[in-house]
């Protein structure tokens, strides 16, 4: 059924790409629809989250922001499944390694995504849930980072509930697991995507090592995202020909 504009996104399902980018902060939305898209226009500013949709390489797609951790991204991206009729979320951000083959300026590909959140108890299953990426965005993606020369790891990433955590060995016992990286969003996306019948993906740049304390410099930042967000969108490009 019919249910928008809905209390956190004020648009039609028109409006919106069939893949739909989303990083969590507004800010950066902003920079990729101004940065890489041709006439973009915007689509949502409820609650200061853009929105906007544009065309990449001729294909219509769009970006809009989750906001911080799952339980806002389970909101944006049910809502965009759900009402919006979009078929694809891939979520841009960055992420903390905790592993030391995995190095500042690397892109992180979330096979699957490892948490601490609570969030799938909602569905009732009989069991422990694994959240894991749409195969076919996972493979799409990986080839474009290699067309891009990126240096790129899959595997396990940690959606993490507590970025100050109370436990200060807490990610020791994760890295024995073989964890990526920590970021705070992924697995609340997947699990609303295979709910809803539809595909994510959950990609981010290494930001800093949680293991040495070393951060990437700002200003090298935005130059370091283009490579995961040209990674993103080449991806969406190719899906909306598959």
Known sequence: MAKYPTPHIDATPEDFGKTVLMPGDPKRSEFIAKSFFENARPVNDIRGVKGYTGFYKGEKVSVMASGMGIPSIGIYSYELYN??????????????????????????FAMTASTN?????????????????????????????????????????????????????????????????????AAGLYMTAARAGKRALAVCTISNSILTGEEMPPEDRETTFTQMIETALNTAVAMNKK
């Open 83 to 108: 009402f919006f009729d979009v078929d694809n979320i891939i979520r841009i951000g960055s992420a903390g390694t905790i592993r030391k083959d995995v190095n500042i300026r690397d892109l992180a």
């Open 117 to 185: 959140s609570a969030f799938g108890a909602q569905y009732g299953l009989p069991g422990t849930y694994a959240p894991c990426a749409d195969y076919t965005l996972l493979s799409t993606a990986v080839e474009e980072a290699k067309k891009l020369g990126a240096t790129y790891h899959v595997g396990n990433m940690l959606s993490a509930d507590t970025y100050y955590d109370d436990d200060p060995h807490c990610l020791d016992k994760w890295a024995k697991m073989g964890i990526l990286a920590v970021e705070m969003e």
